[in-house]
């Protein structure tokens, strides 16, 4: 291996955090990897990480080091990418990140249709609501929705999601449709934990008027929430993302659709300023458009549940 196999080397064992799932990724034995950032360090004359039998961590030159040597591992990476566009088909590791509605119940459906249009790609994906550093962590890009803060990426928006207000056939039979949303106060409600997640608006003449409903279920979990629904434990407020399916089924029931003010939220893919020349970037964001740009998962006009 050459000088740049030592950087990319060492850059992966950072991302990975040690040395025998970095192994993995390069094709190489733990001892292999070990032995190249040994050998990175005495070119350099520097230790760059601390070993312990738990775990590794850089030191200070290392802290230095590694800022530099991921701008050059991603720089050699998108010139290979440029030699690469006009070589032929996207090729290499694709690094997704998603949050947790959108990542389960959208994207890992899509991803085997990427994968079979581009047998080349390889895919890494990272599904989480905490909100990653994309240059830190190395993420070729993320999709997001809501409020993105502002920084050194750009922002692409693919659809907008909507809030649904839904209970299962099961529920409404045994506990009656509320008509209004002031009955909504006699149902049991499930409501996902966070500020004003309680608090469900609906459109009068007058404005947005909001209903502090008083949850039977409280839970931190949408996934959770959304098995508690299908079993008819009550009445639910989430992402269309995540209830478009049992909807469509008629698992689910729609309810007070023509006074619930949905709250639009932007989806968007997120990715490092100059990161789409790389070709399985640019496919990536292509193959978003073309699946999700048109809000699959909402059903138009689906008509209310029967009183």
């Not at 230095?64 to 088909?89: H, S, Y």
């Not at 590791?93 to 899509?110: K, P």
């Not at 099961?170 to 500020?195: E, F, M, N």
């Not at 979990?221 to 049992?246: F, K, Y």
Request: proline letters at 7%; charged letters at 25%.
């Amino acid at each position: 291996m050459d000088a740049t196999s030592d950087l990319r080397v060492f850059v992966r064992v950072m991302d990975r955090g040690n040395f025998s799932q970095a192994a993995k990724d390069l094709g190489l034995t733990p001892s292999a990897v070990s032995k190249l950032v040994s050998r990175l360090e005495d070119r350099l004359g520097v230790r760059l990480l601390e070993r312990s039998t738990r775990r590794l961590a850089l030191t200070p030159e290392g802290e230095t080091f590694l800022e530099r040597a991921r701008r050059i591992v991603a720089d050699i990476e998108e010139a290979e990418a440029e030699v690469a566009r006009a070589r032929g088909a996207p090729r290499g590791r694709l690094r997704i990140n998603s949050g947790t509605a959108f990542g389960l119940h959208q994207l890992t459906l899509a991803l085997p249709d990427f994968l079979a249009r581009y047998p080349e790609i390889d895919i890494e994906l990272s599904i989480t609501d905490r909100l990653v550093d994309l240059i830190e962590e190395q993420t070729d890009i993320a999709v997001r929705s809501g409020h993105i803060p502002e920084g050194p990426f750009i922002q692409r928006k693919l659809a907008d999601l909507q809030r649904v207000i839904c209970a299962a056939p099961s529920y409404l039979k045994a506990r009656g449709t509320p008509q209004s949303a002031a009955d909504l106060k006699a149902h049991d409600c499930i409501v996902v934990a966070g500020p004003g997640l309680n608090r469900w608006p609906f459109k009068t003449r007058a404005g947005i008027d909001v209903i502090e409903v008083r949850p039977r279920v409280v839970t931190d979990n949408a996934e959770a929430a959304l098995r508690m629904a299908l079993e008819g434990g009550g009445i639910v407020r989430l992402s269309d993302v995540i209830v478009g399916d049992p909807l469509q089924k008629g698992e689910l029931l729609p309810l007070l659709t023509a006074s619930h003010h949905v709250e639009p939220l932007p989806l968007a893919a997120i990715y490092p300023a100059g990161r789409n020349r790389l070709p399985r970037v640019a496919v990536f964001i292509e193959f978003l458009r073309e699946r999700f740009g048109h809000a699959p998962w909402r059903i138009p006009e689906i008509p209310a549940p029967p009183v």
